[in-house]
Structures are given as C-alpha cells and as structure tokens.
C-alpha cells in the first residue's frame, strides 16, 4: 500500500511555549508534576501514557508503553506483570527510561534511572484499587507468552470471573506487581520555531541536581 503524502514533507512550526533556565523549578520531579498537570488541564490524551525503554540480555533495547500511576521524590511508579518481558528484561537489567509526550502542548520529558520494586504493601494497594474486571486479567493474561487464540483468555476470564463472583477481595497473583524508576536524569524538552527548540536538563551530581541546557 503506497502512502497518500510524503512523510518527510509532513512538519510542525513549533510555537506554543517556552522553556527557560529561570523559569523551571530547582527540583526535576517539581518541575515534571507543573508539566504533568498542565497536560492534564488541557486535556491532552492520556496523560499519563509513557514509553518504557529497557534492555534484553543481548543489549537489544526494547519499548512498549505503559501508564505511570505514581510520582514522588522516589520516583515514577508503574504496574505490570512481572514475568512480562519488561519484567524479565529488568530483572536482568534494572536499568531504564521512559519517554512522556504531549502533542498538545509540544512538550516531551525523558527519564532515566535505575528500576526497583515497590513494597507488597503497595503493589496491594494499587491491586486492589483497580476494577474487579482488571483485578481477573491480571489472573487471566500469561503476558508476553504465546497463545493459540483469543478464546484461550476468554475462557480463562470467564473461568476466574466464575471463581471470584462472590469474593470481595480478589487475591493479587505473586506474579503482578509495581515498579519505581528513580531517576538520575531528566530532560525537558519544549517544542520551538525553526526547530531550534529548549532542552533542559536535570543530572544528578553527588546529592545534587544539576541543570544544563542542551543544543536541540
């Protein structure tokens, strides 16, 4: 199937907002949470959608997107099954970065750390935090392993949906759990004209942040 344009030709003058040294917050997850809740006042969709980055035992990279469901001065946490190929790849490699991207406001933000587990204690909350409806997927999904059909977690969910009618409480599979990314580097990137666009970033230093601005 032949294109309907030339994607080389397809380009936008970047012109929204800037991005100063003067104007961003000292601390990197102050600055993220004032571009996280302005994508989520302009009502950008998902706001939350990142991409995840990690590494293979071959050194291959590998991306998927995922949702953050938490932000402190810890980091930036997510939740997925951990016998998932992300999982396993972090397990071999806890090294990672994930990618934000608001369309709307011409704004990306790149992270880079180290992934550890949260505690149960957290990885229960937010288990149980969900619909019951996701609670059972997370029973009824092998993720990341092949199947013959469809129908095969079709009926594994009818299966365990049966099972947990009357439970009010769905145990969490030992297997699903979340993960913190704590970050060693952050960078703010703010679309501008002429494709001379900011860049602003965080490095950690010691105990300290550094902030730097990058050629685009």
Do not use: C
Not at 54 to 74: C, I, M, N, Y
Not at 157 to 166: G, I, P, Q, T
Not at 173 to 187: C, I, N, S, T
């Amino acid at each position: 199937m032949a294109l309907t344009h030339n994607i080389s030709d397809i380009r936008i003058n970047y012109m929204k907002h800037a991005l100063t040294e003067d104007s961003v917050s000292e601390n990197p997850v102050h600055q993220f949470k004032v571009w996280l809740q302005e994508a989520i006042d302009s009502q950008v969709e998902e706001p939350t959608a990142m991409v995840l980055s990690t590494v293979d035992a071959q050194g291959k990279p590998s991306a998927r997107v995922v949702l953050l469901k938490g932000v402190d001065e810890q980091g930036f946490s997510f939740y997925t099954n951990y016998a998932s190929r992300k999982g396993q790849e972090l397990e071999q490699n806890p090294h990672a970065s994930l990618t934000f991207f608001w369309a709307g406001l011409e704004r990306q933000v790149r992270v880079e750390g180290k992934v550890e587990k949260v505690a149960d204690e957290e990885s229960e909350k937010y288990f149980h935090s969900r619909p019951k409806g996701s609670q059972i997927g997370a029973w009824a999904s092998p993720q990341s392993q092949v199947i013959e059909a469809r129908e095969v977690l079709e009926q594994r969910e009818k299966e365990l949906s049966a099972r947990y009618a009357d439970v009010e409480l769905v145990p969490r599979p030992k297997h699903w759990g979340g993960y913190r990314l704590v970050p060693q580097y952050l960078e703010f990137w703010q679309g501008r004209p002429s494709r001379l666009h900011d860049r602003i970033v965080y490095e950690m230093e010691g105990n300290n942040w550094l902030i730097k601005r990058l050629a685009p």
